[in-house]
């Protein structure tokens, strides 16, 4: 797991963490052990730095009373409400980000052109206070500044352990030695209670082969009721299996770039995975119909052609099985649509989030099985690819991407994701 510890002036700093506003009246600790299983890794710390919490883990390289690099920047652009900065540092790039008070990034990455390209995506949005970047990037409107000249040194957001373990400590050490001392104390006592006493029991052959004779009778008695009910055969449930969701997106960018591709004389319209297919819609413009079914034998093996009319035809691409598992959230549906809202806010981006049940109908009987699964549905729009976009869910459980669809005239990607729960 890549580390996420910066050094400015010789002495470290955290990043990475996992920053999340804590509501009021919350206590922080209570908060960040309650998302704490957002971040990889056993052993968590937290930072607490206004009305924020940032969840960090030594699996990242974190230690307890270590200084929050974002929270320093923070305090140095006081000024901006928001801000999007990036630094080149020992370690590599680190990526630092605050919407309307609230960190949404604070990332190091190992690769310049990884962190170029968060940098870039994060810029698309509007309304930056102020923009840094390092001199040697080509990023409008920014402006380079040194990491070293913004940092005080001097930090009151440190890491502290989740768990509270060390005040617990002397408790636990207390009541080991209270016990001990009262086991010293009792021990004649306790010894005599539980010394075993073996009782003289008399064997009776007769009893004991009538005992036989009945579990025999018994146990033929329930073999032949097994024999004899159905076999129900166990519903499969849609959470039952689940690709993962990096691969789905990954299938569904090749299958919808694959089918847009630009045949003379008709324009694409929409491209849209969904299921097991993906589905490309073209109109005429100047070309002609031969000119369709032309291009899909020769570059499109394997896609049907359907006519709706001469100026309207549909491309059909069959898509592969991807390999599954069993995945099912083990959070309430409420707690991951607030979740889901708190994303998408901070990333200052539109989302349709709620909340639905998915019908399941089985084979057996005369009317087959009936059973329903809860699911939090989001559908959103958004200028981020596929294999972008579903970064997005790559904390949470039982994900499956549903629906992607491609307006050609908007832009836009449209998008259908499932979060199965309990």
Known sequence: MPSQIITIERKKYATGLFWQPVADGHNARAFAQKIAKLVPGRAKYFSEYRSMVGIGSRALGHSARMPSAAAEVMDAFSDHNSFLAAFAVRQGFWVVAARNGIIIQDKLYASESLAKNEFDTLSGLPDWGILVAPGSWPAARSEEKLLDELVSGDSKCQAVPISGFGSGLFVLAALAALLAGGLYTFKGQLAKVLTLRTPAVKFNPEA???YKKRLAETDEMLV??????????????????LPDPALRAEQCWEAITFLMQVVPGWSQVEAECAGGSATAHLHRSFGIITDVYDFANERMPGVEVIENSDSDMVLTLPLGSLETSSRLSESGAEEI????????????????VRRTVETVRGEVGPDGQIASANVVLISAASGLEPREFIRVFQDYDAVYLSSVRWISNQRKWNYEVKIYVK
Do not use: G
């Not at 009910?229 to 849609?238: S, T």
């Open 208 to 210: 004991a082969e009538a």
């Open 224 to 241: 032949q009721r097994l024999r004899s009910a159905p076999v129900v055969a166990a519903m499969e449930m849609p959470y039952d299996a």
């Open 337 to 352: 649509m607030r979740s889901i809202n708190s994303v998408f806010q901070l990333m200052n981006a539109p989302v349709d």
